[in-house]
């Protein structure tokens, strides 16, 4: 579980009514003495506001208040810098796995099995008492994340039924202990933007809800999100997609939650009234799954090209809680040098913190927003 900041919000309360108390203890009196000339009034003493002294700021400790996940991309160099585990740790209270999530590498074989690299982030998870979403078990339209049994096995549709369920139940049940929520699917064919989904073109869209159904039985208890990119604004590539499929799963009871991802280019910002409206059009919770806001090609100085994304990262946060169905927000990269978007550009500086994982202006922004 995560940290316990509780009883919070016990606490004010008693704060308050400590402070109630002793101001009604003090007797009243009618009579009005002035101040002798000579008298000079003491200063008062700085003080910390009650929400302050009862929940130090950071993101992880607003989040555990308000009851809503605050979570971070896990890359692979997280296993190995331990001020990157410190930041982690202290801000996010949610650890989106991806890295090493594919059929690919949990299944390089058939019926065997790799969970060594999985178990060693799903650990590092669990000491820092983070809350862990398994992200994801397929993502459709990338060849690469197929084993290479399952491309070229030429199986007929009812041996790649048996397959995927048996990945999907093997995979789920090994972390039913550990892993709360699970992006099934993400980003499925969609043409002209997507050609090719070796699932669809067996199955066609059925193919997702076998997988959720299968998700679902492995373990009724876990928390289910459908996954897709250009799907938070009204007039998205892929919104009209997002919003049937997840529709006809929740029909079924087989989905939980929709998934938006964020990869937002600084220069053409999503407006968000927009983005919010799309929020709440989907009819159930609403997870921002990945956010990063990309600043090559911005220009100015760093000072403003900072404070521009800040403003971006600001609206995207406001309008997940403002929608009154924003159930999680996760930031893609916790670390400018560890982004994937530096392998591109070494001025997107995408994330809330600067290479030496300093807080940038957007992180003070987003905690002002989450602040209680």
């Known amino acids: 579980m995560?940290?316990?900041?509780?009883?919070?919000y016990a606490a004010f309360i008693l704060l308050l009514a400590c402070s109630i108390t002793s101001q009604a203890g003090t007797p009243t009196t009618s009579t009005k003495l002035s101040p002798s000339p000579t008298e000079i009034p003491t200063p008062l003493e700085p003080t910390t506001t009650p929400w302050e002294t009862i929940i130090p700021p950071s993101l992880r400790n607003y989040a555990d208040f308000k009851g809503i996940r605050f979570g971070t991309y896990f890359p692979w160099q997280a296993s190995s810098?331990?001020?990157?585990?410190?930041?982690?740790?202290?801000?996010?209270?949610?650890?989106?796995?991806f890295d090493g999530f594919s059929w690919r590498d949990l299944e390089p074989q058939q019926g065997v099995f790799n969970f060594s690299f999985i178990d060693t982030q799903v650990a590092l998870a669990r000491s820092l008492e983070m809350e862990v979403c398994g992200h994801t078990l397929l993502w459709p339209i990338y060849e690469q994340a197929y084993p290479d049994w399952v491309l070229n096995g030429n199986f007929t549709a009812g041996q790649l039924e048996q397959y995927l369920r048996?990945?999907?139940t093997t995979v789920i049940n090994h972390y039913k202990d550990d892993v709360h929520c699970w992006i099934v699917i993400e980003e499925p064919y969609n043409p002209p933007e997507r050609e090719w989904d070796l699932l669809y073109n067996v199955f066609g869209y059925d193919y997702i809800d076998l997988a959720y159904q299968i998700?679902?039985?492995?373990?009724?208890?876990?928390?289910?999100?459908?996954?897709?990119?250009?799907?938070?604004?009204s007039d998205g590539e892929n919104t009209e997609l997002t919003r049937q499929t997840v529709q006809r799963l929740a029909r079924k009871g087989l989905v939980d939650g929709v998934g938006l991802e964020m990869h937002l280019d600084a220069t053409q910002p999503p407006d968000k009234q927009d983005v919010l409206?799309?929020?709440?059009?989907?009819?159930?919770?609403?997870?921002?799954?990945?956010?990063?806001?990309n600043l090559a090609g911005v220009p100015g100085t760093q000072e403003e090209r900072y404070g521009l994304q800040a403003q971006i990262y600001g609206d995207m946060l406001?309008?997940?809680l403002?929608?009154?169905?924003?159930?999680?927000?996760s930031v893609w990269g916790l670390g400018d040098k560890y982004s994937w978007l530096e392998r591109y550009s070494t001025e997107a500086d995408p994330t809330l913190f600067d290479d030496n994982l300093g807080p940038k202006p957007a992180y003070y922004t987003l905690l002002e927003i989450m602040k209680p």
């Open 2 to 8: 995560t940290k316990k900041i509780l009883p919070v």
């Open 81 to 97: 810098d331990p001020n990157w585990q410190t930041v982690a740790g202290e801000e996010f209270n949610q650890a989106n796995l």
């Open 166 to 168: 048996e990945y999907i």
């Open 215 to 233: 998700a679902r039985e492995a373990d009724p208890s876990a928390l289910l999100i459908y996954n897709d990119e250009f799907n938070l604004t």
């Open 277 to 293: 409206a799309t929020m709440q059009s989907y009819g159930m919770p609403v997870h921002v799954t990945e956010i990063d806001v």
């Open 318 to 320: 406001s309008a997940c």
């Open 322 to 329: 403002e929608s009154g169905i924003c159930a999680s927000f």
